[in-house]
């Protein structure tokens, strides 16, 4: 079964920093893991994924240079640093994962999904 658990979410100023986690479980290899965010009255929009063995991560253009994702894949971990926060990165953020590699910038392809954690930015 698979499990995904996030956690480091909190409120910051802008300029400020995070670093969200997400502690996976029963995922088979290979894998991808995504960070998706939703804002109140907002679709669930793509930020960031990366492979399982972290040779690879690709970023939306509103946080490319901002937010960074790692992979220990001995450890199922996926960590995002966010610097830079802005007013407008305010969402919950969510891990997810999915095998292959395609479509990796789509919320319908992901099939398995972690709570949620929120971040809030205060200008």
């Known amino acids: 079964q698979v499990q995904l658990v996030e956690s480091g979410g909190g409120s910051v100023q802008a300029g400020g920093s995070l670093r969200l986690t997400c502690e996976a479980s029963g995922v088979p290899l290979p894998y991808i893991m995504g960070w998706f965010r939703q804002a109140p009255g907002k679709g669930r929009e793509f930020v960031g994924a990366?492979?399982?063995?972290?040779?690879?991560?690709e970023y939306a253009d509103s946080v490319k240079g901002r937010f960074t994702i790692s992979a220990d894949n001995a450890k199922y971990t996926v960590v995002q640093h966010m610097t830079g926060l802005k007013p407008e990165d305010t969402a919950v953020y969510y891990c997810?994962?999915?095998?292959?590699?395609?479509?990796?910038?789509?919320?319908?392809?992901?099939?398995?999904w972690g709570q949620g954690t929120q971040v809030t930015v205060s200008s």
């Open positions: 990366i492979n399982w063995r972290g040779n690879w991560a």
């Open positions: 997810s994962t999915k095998s292959g590699s395609g479509a990796y910038g789509y919320a319908s392809s992901y099939p398995y």
